[in-house]
């Protein structure tokens, strides 16, 4: 913008012609012809064009699909740097049809909105620091249930502020929340046929523009509650989906990249096809300069306008993926590592996708945080009862040496649960998943859990299946609270938060998804506060660095180092773990019964933290510590 008007340029170098298209209060569009220079940048100077006017952009030339070129005049395409956007996204087939045969698809596009640039920050250090708690959150989902929440705030990121909330979490002592991602998507095309949406907007349109349905206020929305987060100590990350765009396959849609510069944007195969390492339908081309500089762009924009912690980054190997394979040296990999805004922020892998080589776990390098499966299978595991997993439990509460191994200190995110699977209430409650309610006849989803249902399958009225359940819940608690590194807890887990049995709650914006506040379980939730605050004040926990022999002991039900044999025993299911320096110990009982450990005696399916300054009077008196 400038004070004559805006000046507008778009990237779309194979195109023959491009027009910015602005629209009135009425929706009538008026044309003007944008000139290409040398390096295939459009551009045109709108006078009288300024802050909330409308605007999207339409481009001619070669239509041929198959080798990558989707030039199409009817349809109207974002802007790709647009900051903001006039309503959400909403799927239709023309917005799909083939060039001619679909009619002009303005009416069902959502516009630009011309912004002033934003008061960029210079940010603060994170808040969050390793070692923390972080707290997956989905927006919509969160608070659309919340009684202290105004219902007209309720499913925004205003709510995010919200003294119910900030108390809710300064009790948990979370340290950032992770926010599902808020940019602008769209549903996948066979969600509306039935009837349903997509919830957790994985399907991102643009990089920049905040979905109007959980932003209504836009960046400035964002902005407060970060604002609000930070004053009460806890940080920002944003989950952020860079592996693909809701464009989809050859069949998707034609609503912004694809239909400026797909051969920039998207990887293709040899024979002009769209790569699908996402399993979407195309995988952006993060090795081309122009992508990289579109996602760089967009996480300055986060980090400059709203002061954000750090991101996320769903199906992360997708950024590092060269034409040799997965490099955690890859341009836009060392990009945001050296990057002057970036260098400091928070960067958290997801560190798997279904493309060649796709599984990277402990393989992105200093610097960066990993979602670490491992840990969750095996905690799992354990807890379901599998035999031989005595030494498993004891590397991940240790903080998988065996996976970060080289790192100056342990880079794993534990978790046990997170929005793609069941919850952790639901593990203890169902052996298989239960998602008739997604459409694909139970088709979809996780098949392996490592979950079990305490003898019923799905809900049960049986107060010792109920309690059952609740012993497991909170003995699941009780080991990610207890573990090395960074954690990370879903929303809801807190409190037995149920899906009934969906272990792929995407398309489920309603009852399913949502949580349940009034209906929580305060015993769960009470010892989640009490695990909460004993880690917060436990350096051994929130450490990130790594365990010498003269820092822990591992120790048997006698007091006594483990030996080698009961290490091998595949039928040990119980444990102590020691820190030297500090005296604190937690014990493990995964039996069915209960274990003396020496004249503590821990109930079945327990874990029971024993601070040091209370641990020589507190033999044998367990009632005032969480037990798990």
């Known amino acids: ?232 100590g806890i940080g920002v990350i944003l989950d952020m989906v860079y592996n693909h765009d809701g464009e989809s396959d050859r069949e998707g849609p034609t609503l912004s990249l694809r239909g400026l510069d797909a051969r920039s944007y998207f990887r293709h195969e040899a024979d002009g096809r769209l790569i699908n390492d996402t399993g979407t339908g195309n995988s952006i081309d993060c090795n081309h300069p122009v992508a990289q500089r579109l996602i760089l762009d967009s996480l300055r924009h986060f980090v400059g306008a709203a002061g954000v912690d750090g991101f996320r980054f769903d199906l992360a190997p997708a950024l590092g993926r060269l034409p040799t394979g997965f490099d955690s040296e890859a ?68 903080g998988s040496s065996d996976i970060f191994h080289g790192a100056a200190a342990t880079r794993t995110v534990n978790f046990l649960a997170a929005h793609d699977g069941f919850t952790l209430a639901d593990l203890t409650a169902y052996e298989h998943r239960r998602n008739e309610a997604n459409g694909e006849h139970n088709r979809d989803g996780h098949g392996e859990n490592f979950s079990w249902n305490n003898g019923v399958e799905g809900a049960s009225a049986d107060p010792a299946i109920q309690a059952a359940r609740r012993r497991d819940v909170k003995a699941l608690l009780g080991t990610l609270f207890c573990s090395r590194g960074t954690i990370m807890l879903t929303a809801g887990d807190e409190f037995g938060r149920t899906q009934m049995g969906n272990n792929n709650a995407y398309a489920q914006d309603n009852a399913i998804g949502w949580l349940d506040w009034q209906g929580r379980d305060r015993e769960i939730e009470a010892h989640a506060f009490a695990l909460a605050g004993l880690r917060a004040s436990a350096p051994d926990f929130n450490d990130t660095g790594w365990l010498l022999e003269d820092d822990i002991e591992w120790l048997d039900e006698q007091d006594r180092p483990m030996t080698v044999a009961q290490w091998e025993d595949a039928d040990r299911r119980y444990l102590a773990m020691r820190f030297r320096r500090s005296g604190f110990t937690i014990l493990i009982n995964g039996d069915d019964q209960p274990r003396d450990f020496g004249a503590v005696r821990v109930p079945a399916r327990t874990v029971l933290p024993i601070p040091a300054e209370r641990e020589s009077g507190a033999r044998g008196r367990a009632g005032d510590r969480p037990q798990s």
């Open 331 to 398: 341009p836009l990999l060392r990009a945001m590592r050296d990057d002057p805004l970036l260098s400091d922020r928070i960067l958290i892998a997801e560190p798997w996708d279904i493309g060649p080589g796709g599984y990277q776990l402990g393989r992105f390098g200093e610097r960066w945080l990993e979602w670490n499966d491992r840990y969750r299978d095996d905690m799992r595991r354990f807890w379901r009862g599998d035999r031989g997993m005595i030494g498993a439990l004891a590397t991940r509460l240790a």
């Open 1 to 232: 913008m400038h004070e004559r008007g805006t000046r507008f340029r778009v990237h779309a170098p194979d195109a023959d012609r491009l027009w910015l298209c602005l629209f009135d209060g009425q929706d009538r569009e008026t044309r003007l012809p944008m000139t290409r220079d040398v390096d295939g940048i459009w551009s045109v100077d709108a006078p009288g064009v300024g802050e909330g006017d409308r605007y999207g952009l339409r481009a001619d030339g070669p239509h041929h699909p198959d080798a990558g070129l989707w030039f199409d005049p009817d349809k109207l395409l974002l802007d790709p740097y647009a900051a903001a956007i006039d309503r959400p996204f909403a799927y239709d087939p023309m917005l799909a049809a083939p060039r001619g045969e679909g009619g002009d698809t303005a009416a069902l596009m959502p516009k630009g909105v011309v912004t002033p640039p934003f008061s960029m920050m210079a940010p603060e250090p994170p808040v969050f620091r390793p070692g923390g708690l972080v707290y997956e959150v989905q927006v919509r989902g969160f608070t659309m249930l919340h009684p202290d929440i105004p219902e007209a705030r309720r499913g925004t990121i205003a709510a995010l502020g919200h003294p119910a909330v900030i108390e809710h979490l300064r009790r948990l002592h979370v340290s950032a929340v992770e926010l599902m991602p808020i940019n602008a998507w769209i549903d996948e095309r066979h969600l509306g046929p039935l009837g349903l949406r997509n919830a957790w907007g994985y399907n991102p349109v643009s990089y920049f523009a905040l979905d109007p349905r959980l932003a209504p206020g836009g960046m400035a929305e964002l902005r407060g509650a970060v604002d609000a987060l930070h004053a009460a």
